[in-house]
């Protein structure tokens, strides 16, 4: 299965990557399905330390996530870290939505890869725990490497990039790529963002051939490094 209507298809490393506008990359050549930062039961981790938000942030996460999966039913499904916003999220996780995820799991491999917020893994989820996936010819892992950053699919810094558009400055989430390295926007609903100016991503890229991939209402835009503004 290649692009989805407003999808933009790039090389990352030489392997073919499908940005999603709703912000999930899929790998057509080997069936995998890439979504990283959900932050799944942040309301929840909020609560329990006093700070009420509306508790519905987990399964607007997951809807969405449905629907990219029954948009390229992938082979593999990859979850890139900070799955859930704290190490009780997973366990924690009401019976209703531990089968939401079950069922889109069914029948095919999920690998959640451990992240900063939830490094222990997850707990009576289907899937296997790891820090890292090595899986087609690209490494998989929450935070980028400054070491080795060749063929890396990461998250954690949750990329976002600001444009001008008819006379107004637009911020939008984004996949950020260089063709070596690429960056994925954070996909759970309560997740900011941060600006691919950043100091934190200082040394990812190089910014001759950084182009950011904005997530639109139902497309990508492709915004090169130099034309960002912020």
Same mark, same amino acid.
């Given at each position: 299965?290649?692009?989805?209507?407003? %999808? &933009?298809?790039?090389?990352?490393?030489?392997?073919? %990557?499908?940005?999603?506008?709703?912000?999930?990359?899929?790998?057509?050549?080997?069936?995998?399905?890439?979504?990283?930062?959900?932050?799944?039961?942040? +309301? %929840?981790?909020?609560? $329990?330390?006093?700070?009420?938000?509306?508790?519905?942030?987990?399964?607007?996460? !997951?809807?969405?996530?449905?629907?990219?999966?029954?948009?390229?039913?992938?082979?593999?499904?990859?979850?890139?870290?900070?799955?859930?916003?704290?190490?009780?999220?997973?366990?924690? =996780?009401? %019976?209703?939505?531990?089968?939401?995820?079950?069922?889109?799991?069914?029948?095919?491999?999920?690998?959640?890869?451990?992240?900063?917020?939830?490094?222990?893994?997850?707990?009576?989820? @289907?899937?296997?725990?790891?820090? &890292?996936?090595?899986? +087609?010819? !690209?490494?998989?892992?929450?935070? @980028?490497?400054?070491?080795?950053?060749?063929?890396?699919?990461?998250?954690?810094?949750?990329?976002?990039?600001?444009?001008?558009?008819? &006379?107004?400055?637009?911020?939008?989430?984004?996949?950020?790529?260089? *063709?070596?390295?690429? =960056?994925?926007?954070?996909?759970?609903?309560?997740?900011?963002?941060?600006?691919?100016?950043?100091?934190?991503?200082? *040394?990812?890229?190089?910014? &001759?051939? !950084?182009?950011?991939?904005?997530?639109?209402?139902?497309?990508?835009?492709?915004? $090169?490094? +130099?034309? =960002?503004? +912020?």
């Amino acid at each position: 299965m290649g692009a989805a209507t407003g %999808a &933009e298809e790039i090389l990352v490393h030489g392997v073919v %990557a499908v940005c999603d506008p709703m912000g999930s990359l899929y790998l057509p050549e080997t069936g995998l399905l890439v979504v990283s930062d959900l932050h799944l039961e942040k +309301g %929840a981790a909020f609560a $329990r330390r006093g700070m009420m938000l509306p508790p519905y942030d987990t399964i607007a996460t !997951l809807n969405i996530l449905s629907a990219v999966i029954t948009r390229y039913d992938p082979k593999v499904v990859v979850s890139l870290g900070d799955n859930f916003h704290d190490r009780k999220g997973s366990e924690h =996780l009401p %019976a209703d939505l531990r089968a939401l995820i079950s069922a889109m799991a069914c029948g095919r491999d999920w690998i959640w890869i451990n992240g900063n917020h939830d490094p222990d893994g997850t707990v009576d989820l @289907p899937g296997a725990c790891t820090d &890292e996936l090595f899986y +087609g010819g !690209l490494v998989f892992r929450h935070e @980028p490497s400054l070491i080795s950053g060749k063929g890396e699919i990461a998250g954690h810094l949750h990329p976002a990039a600001t444009v001008r558009r008819r &006379e107004k400055s637009v911020r939008r989430p984004c996949f950020a790529s260089d *063709g070596n390295r690429l =960056l994925m926007p954070a996909f759970g609903v309560l997740a900011g963002g941060l600006d691919l100016r950043h100091s934190a991503m200082r *040394g990812l890229f190089d910014h &001759e051939r !950084l182009v950011a991939h904005l997530l639109g209402r139902d497309r990508i835009y492709s915004v $090169r490094y +130099g034309s =960002l503004i +912020g």
